[in-house]
Structure formats: structure tokens, C-alpha cells
């Protein structure tokens, strides 16, 4: 029998989100009925609702959940009932090319449920990301639902499920960040902190936050940063060089999405340093370098979808590593909210105010 719980939609582009109520149906097969726990405040949230990803509204909004296994469908082995789980939005098929070529993180298959979440009406939701856990239960495909061990607290956890993951894998997947690396990371918002925690956790020396707001720089000492550039006030790429004996970082994490701290990211990099683009940047943005400066500085530029994170693999081991005391990933969380905060929790967000703020269920 399909449930009726309270969802958080974005009804029309622009429009302030609202607690409606959403038809969940029992899963099928290949399907979970997720009862979500906890669920962060994210950008792409609000870009669904500025109408900035598509034009599919009503969107079911929320992607950051963790929460438990309500029921799963006919054929689904491996995940059972009261499993505590957190949600991807890139689950793996393991048919598709990159999954054949044994480079998962790679997968560009779409894995989401079939069956459809609705409005009372029978207007079909278009759930954010392929999940809508802004709401007390969701159907999700089962690949979607990552086991951990259920003592981490479910709105930390639920953060693993996007920026902080897309931050930690860019230094460790993506950027391999080693023991004694420099590492510089431009934007210092959740997913700049996750990098910045990231490169800690691999032992880098020394680890340059770079930000616009002086506010944003203290939190990034507190997740490890050794240095910090204010660059409204420092040339970044001087900065960095001179923190770096001339040479520039060995890893640059972008995590603002920007041409300019791109540029500023590229020059910052040691001769065949690398260059990780975390940050999403939007269609309109264009490069402009240098060709031959692409040329004779060497090294790699890379970009990180999603931190290149295997959530089998990652989730549960950043999970351990939080539980014995070794990433606080609690320090993200600057707020829990319930379900009719998501508006206000926007406006947070764009004043630059949180980390995250988390919705509790
Ligand atoms: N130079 C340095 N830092 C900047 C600049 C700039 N020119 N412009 C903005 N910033 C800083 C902001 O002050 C903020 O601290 O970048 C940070 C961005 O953080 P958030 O807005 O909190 O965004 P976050 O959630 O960390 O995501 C960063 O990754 O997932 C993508 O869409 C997301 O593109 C965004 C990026
Ligand atoms: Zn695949
Ligand atoms: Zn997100």
C-alpha cells in the first residue's frame, strides 16, 4: 500500500519550497522504501528550485540522507529491513562501459528507482538527484543505499552522501593527496573543508586555504588548514609560492567553480603539480589560458565528479574512520532543522552563514 508523508517541493521555478504531501509506493523490484533520518541542505537543492538543472518541477527536494530500510522489493538481496544506510546519487550498474573497464566511479548509468513518488494529485515528483529525502520516507533504487555501521549519527552521516564526500574524494580519489604533499584549496565552503580534512587525513605538510571571507578561513583551520590566504586582500599565487619555497602546491583543489580561481588554481600548481575542479561551475563560464602555459607547466588537471567515490567502498570506511575519532565530521553539521526549515536554511546558506544545516525526520 503506498505511504503519504510530508515532502518538501519545489513547485515552480523560483518559487519558496513547501511541505506537501507525497505518495511513496512500496518498492518493487530492484527498489528500497527508505525511512529517512537526516537529510543536509544543499546548493544543488536550491539550484533545482531556481530552475537552474531542469525544467521538471514538482521536484521532491533533499539528496544528503541517511536513514533505515523500511522494505525492499521482490528480488532485492543484500540490504534487508532496519539496515542503517546512506544514500548515493551515482550508484554503480556495474553493466555500463566504465563499470566493464573496472572504473566504477566513472559509471554514467542512470540507477534510480522506476516506480514514481507523486503528489495526492497524481503530478509525478522528479526527485533531486535521483533520491527526494527532504521527506519521511523515499523510494530509492537499491544500489542507492550504502550499509554502514549504524553508531555514526545519522546527520552526519547523511553528509557523506554529497559535498562532503565530492570534497574528501577530490583530495583523496581524485587528487591522491599523499604524506607530506603541499596542497592549496580555493573556496573554503563545505566541499573546500572536505578537502581540506581530506588532505589531513592523508598526511599533507601543508595545507593553504584560500577564501574571500575571513570567516570562512577560521573554520578551515579547524579541519586542518596550516596557512590561510585571504585573496580580496593577497594575490593568491604569490602566496602560495611563497608558502611553498617558489614552487607552488602539488595538489590545487578548486572548490568554488569559477574561471578566475581556476586560473588562480593553475598557477598556483608546482611544475607538474595537479589541478582538481571540485567546484561545479555553470554553462555560461568559459577558460581562458595560455596554451603553452597548459603546455610547459606539465602535471595534470583533473575534475572530480561526485569525489570519484565508490560508495561500497567509501562510505563505509570514512564511517570507521569517523567513529574512531579520526574525521570529525561532525564539525559540518552548524545546524539540524526540521522539514519546514529548508527555506529559511536556503537563506543561511546564501549568506554564507553554515556549513550545513541538516533536516532531522
Ligand atoms: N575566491 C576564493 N573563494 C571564493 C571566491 C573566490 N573568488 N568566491 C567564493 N569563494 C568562497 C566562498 O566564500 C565560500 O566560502 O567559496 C566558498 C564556496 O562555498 P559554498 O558556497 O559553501 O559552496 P560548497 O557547498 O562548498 O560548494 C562549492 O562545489 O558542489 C559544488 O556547486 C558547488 O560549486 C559549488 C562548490
Ligand atoms: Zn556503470
Ligand atoms: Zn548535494
Redesign the pocket.
Known amino acids: 500500500m503506498p505511504h503519504e508523508v510530508n515532502g518538501v517541493i519545489a513547485s515552480r521555478k523560483g518559487a519558496p519550497v513547501r511541505i506537501e504531501t507525497v505518495v511513496v509506493p512500496d518498492p518493487g523490484p530492484g527498489e528500497a522504501l527508505v525511512s529517512v533520518q537526516a537529510c543536509g541542505v ?3 537543492d536550491l539550484h533545482y528550485r531556481e530552475g537552474a538543472i531542469g525544467d521538471d518541477f514538482p521536484y521532491l527536494l533533499g539528496h544528503e540522507a541517511a536513514g533505515l530500510v523500511e522494505a525492499v522489493g521482490p528480488d532485492v538481496t543484500g540490504l534487508q529491513p532496519g539496515d542503517f544506510v546512506i544514500l548515493n546519487w551515482r550508484a554503480v550498474c556495474g553493466q555500463c562501459r566504465a563499470c566493464l573497464r573496472g572504473r566504477p566511479w566513472y559509471c554514467f548509468a542512470t540507477h534510480n528507482a522506476t516506480q514514481k513518488m507523486t503528489l495526492t494529485n497524481g503530478a509525478v515528483l522528479s526527485p533531486a538527484l535521483g533520491i527526494g529525502a527532504f521527506a519521511d520516507k523515499t523510494l530509492v533504487a537499491a544500489g542507492q543505499c550504502t550499509k554502514v555501521n549504524p553508531a555514526i549519527k545519522p546527520e552526519v552521516a547523511g553528509l557523506l552522501g554529497c ?1 562532503v564526500m ?1 570534497g574528501l574524494g577530490a583530495a583523496l580519489n581524485t587528487g591522491a593527496v599523499t604524506r607530506g604533499d603541499s596542497v592549496a584549496v ?7 573543508d572536505a578537502a581540506i580534512l581530506g588532505a589531513s587525513l592523508a598526511g599533507a605538510r601543508k595545507i593553504i586555504a ?4 575571513n570567516r ?1 578561513l577560521d573554520w578551515a583551520c579547524e579541519f586542518g588548514a596550516t596557512d590561510t590566504v585571504n ?1 580580496v586582500i593577497t594575490d593568491p599565487v604569490e602566496q602560495i609560492r611563497a608558502l611553498t619555497e617558489g614552487h607552488g602546491a602539488d595538489v590545487v583543489i578548486e ?4 574561471p ?2 581556476y586560473t588562480q588554481a593553475f598557477y598556483s600548481r608546482d611544475l607538474a603539480g595537479t589541478v582538481v575542479l ?3 561551475p555553470n554553462p555560461q563560464m568559459r577558460l581562458d589560458l595560455p596554451l603553452a602555459d597548459v603546455f610547459g607547466r606539465g602535471g595534470a588537471l583533473k575534475s572530480s565528479w561526485y569525489g570519484d567515490c565508490l560508495p561500497t567502498r567509501d562510505f563505509p570506511m570514512l564511517v570507521d574512520l569517523h567513529l574512531q575519532g579520526r574525521l570529525p565530521l561532525d564539525k559540518f553539521v552548524s545546524e539540524t532543522i526540521s522539514l519546514d526549515g529548508v527555506e529559511e536554511a536556503f537563506e543561511k ?1 546564501q549568506r ?1 552563514e553554515v556549513l550545513r544545516s541538516v533536516v532531522l525526520l
Open positions: 544543499c546548493h544543488t559535498g565530492a580555493f573556496g573554503c565552503g563545505g566541499v573546500g584560500v577564501d574571500i571571507d570562512k585573496s572548490a568554488v567553480g569559477r578566475e580561481t571540485v567546484g561545479v546558506m554564507g
